[in-house]
């Protein structure tokens, strides 16, 4: 389960401002052994600052910061989570619109080792 209520706190011509927490909880009732991670049991709680940059009325960037804890069944004690994300979406009211996103996370600290992942997607698309 994921819950991630947001309040917008500034809308302003260029820069719009909001803040939110983040939680989500989910486990698997079974630990295969095929290289994924399926704890049993994970919590993740942060706090998410969004920041959208408006370019142009057809161009925008929006930055999400989200900085808290985690924890699954390994842990003794919550350890540190955050993601950072960048994503542009350019075409917002155009038939095509490109969606691209670069994120960097920082999660799941073990005893036994840090992951850290980052993704870049790109997406065309066409609206109807």
């Given at each position: ?11 302003a ?45 057809d161009?925008n ?68």
């Amino acid at each position: 389960m994921n819950i991630v209520p947001i309040m917008d706190v500034s809308d302003a011509q260029y820069l719009n401002v909001a803040l939110g927490i983040n939680g989500l909880w989910y486990g698997f009732s079974q630990q295969l052994n095929n290289g994924y991670y399926d704890p049993h049991s994970y919590q993740l709680y942060q706090g998410v600052s969004y920041f959208t940059i408006k370019q142009s009325e057809d161009v925008n960037h929006i930055i999400t910061i989200a900085i808290g804890t985690e924890k699954d069944e390994t842990m003794i004690r919550p350890g540190f989570a955050a993601d950072f994300t960048l994503r542009s979406i350019i075409g917002i009211y155009d038939d095509w619109q490109i969606n691209a996103l670069v994120e960097q996370l920082f999660e799941i600290q073990r005893a036994f080792y840090n992951c850290k992942a980052g993704n870049i997607v790109s997406i065309l698309c066409k609206q109807h």
